[in-house]
Protein backbone atom coordinates (compact mmCIF):
# COMPACT_ATOMS: atom_id res chain seq x y z
CA UNK A 1 0.00 0.00 0.00
CA UNK A 2 1.41 3.61 -0.93
CA UNK A 3 1.69 6.50 1.77
CA UNK A 4 -0.67 8.23 -0.78
CA UNK A 5 -3.12 5.11 -0.11
CA UNK A 6 -2.69 4.66 3.46
CA UNK A 7 -3.53 8.38 3.96
CA UNK A 8 -6.75 8.13 2.34
CA UNK A 9 -7.49 5.38 4.25
CA UNK A 10 -7.10 6.57 7.46
CA UNK A 11 -8.99 10.16 6.31
CA UNK A 12 -11.51 7.57 5.28
CA UNK A 13 -11.42 5.36 8.47
CA UNK A 14 -11.60 8.56 10.28
CA UNK A 15 -14.47 10.33 9.23
CA UNK A 16 -16.54 6.68 9.17
CA UNK A 17 -15.45 7.25 13.01
CA UNK A 18 -16.88 10.69 13.67
CA UNK A 19 -20.19 8.73 13.35
CA UNK A 20 -19.87 6.38 15.80
CA UNK A 21 -18.03 9.06 18.10
CA UNK A 22 -21.27 11.03 18.72
CA UNK A 23 -22.93 7.86 20.75
CA UNK A 24 -19.41 6.73 22.69
CA UNK A 25 -19.20 10.62 23.93
CA UNK A 26 -22.76 10.51 25.51
CA UNK A 27 -21.52 7.53 27.64
CA UNK A 28 -18.32 9.67 28.29
CA UNK A 29 -15.86 7.26 26.13
CA UNK A 30 -14.43 7.96 22.59
CA UNK A 31 -11.86 5.92 20.36
CA UNK A 32 -8.55 6.86 18.60
CA UNK A 33 -7.50 5.30 15.59
CA UNK A 34 -3.43 4.17 16.47
CA UNK A 35 -2.95 3.14 13.25
CA UNK A 36 -4.11 0.86 9.95
CA UNK A 37 -1.96 -2.01 9.42
CA UNK A 38 -0.57 -3.16 6.20
CA UNK A 39 -3.13 -6.14 6.42
CA UNK A 40 -5.48 -3.00 6.63
CA UNK A 41 -6.69 -4.12 10.00
CA UNK A 42 -7.74 -0.74 11.63
CA UNK A 43 -6.35 -0.52 15.60
CA UNK A 44 -8.28 1.18 17.56
CA UNK A 45 -8.04 2.58 21.34
CA UNK A 46 -11.13 2.90 23.58
CA UNK A 47 -10.76 5.89 25.52
CA UNK A 48 -12.29 7.16 28.73
CA UNK A 49 -15.53 5.01 29.93
CA UNK A 50 -15.23 2.76 27.25
CA UNK A 51 -11.51 2.17 27.88
CA UNK A 52 -12.72 0.08 30.76
CA UNK A 53 -16.51 -0.78 30.09
CA UNK A 54 -16.99 -4.32 30.06
CA UNK A 55 -19.01 -3.65 27.18
CA UNK A 56 -16.07 -2.33 24.91
CA UNK A 57 -15.77 -5.15 22.88
CA UNK A 58 -18.81 -5.40 21.75
CA UNK A 59 -18.96 -2.00 21.27
CA UNK A 60 -16.05 -2.78 18.96
CA UNK A 61 -17.65 -5.52 17.57
CA UNK A 62 -20.90 -4.85 16.63
CA UNK A 63 -20.53 -0.96 16.24
CA UNK A 64 -17.93 0.23 15.26
CA UNK A 65 -16.67 -2.59 13.08
CA UNK A 66 -19.32 -2.76 11.43
CA UNK A 67 -19.60 1.04 10.48
CA UNK A 68 -15.81 0.81 9.45
CA UNK A 69 -16.35 -1.96 6.91
CA UNK A 70 -19.85 -0.63 5.53
CA UNK A 71 -17.76 2.99 5.35
CA UNK A 72 -14.57 1.24 4.10
CA UNK A 73 -14.91 -1.95 2.54
CA UNK A 74 -11.09 -2.18 2.06
CA UNK A 75 -10.72 -2.45 6.08
CA UNK A 76 -10.77 -6.31 7.04
CA UNK A 77 -11.13 -5.86 10.60
CA UNK A 78 -10.55 -3.89 13.54
CA UNK A 79 -8.31 -4.56 17.26
CA UNK A 80 -8.23 -3.32 20.34
CA UNK A 81 -4.93 -1.60 21.56
CA UNK A 82 -4.69 -1.58 24.97
CA UNK A 83 -5.80 1.98 26.53
CA UNK A 84 -2.81 2.34 29.14
Known amino acids: MSEQEKKDL ?5 A ?9 ERDGGNVELVEIGEDKVAYLKMLGHCGN ?17 NEVPEIQGV ?6
Not at 16 to 24: E, Q, T
Not at 53 to 69: A, D, K, N
Open 10 to 14: IERVE
Open 16 to 24: ALDKVRPAL
Open 53 to 69: CPMSQMTLRMGIERVLR
Open 79 to 84: EAVSPD
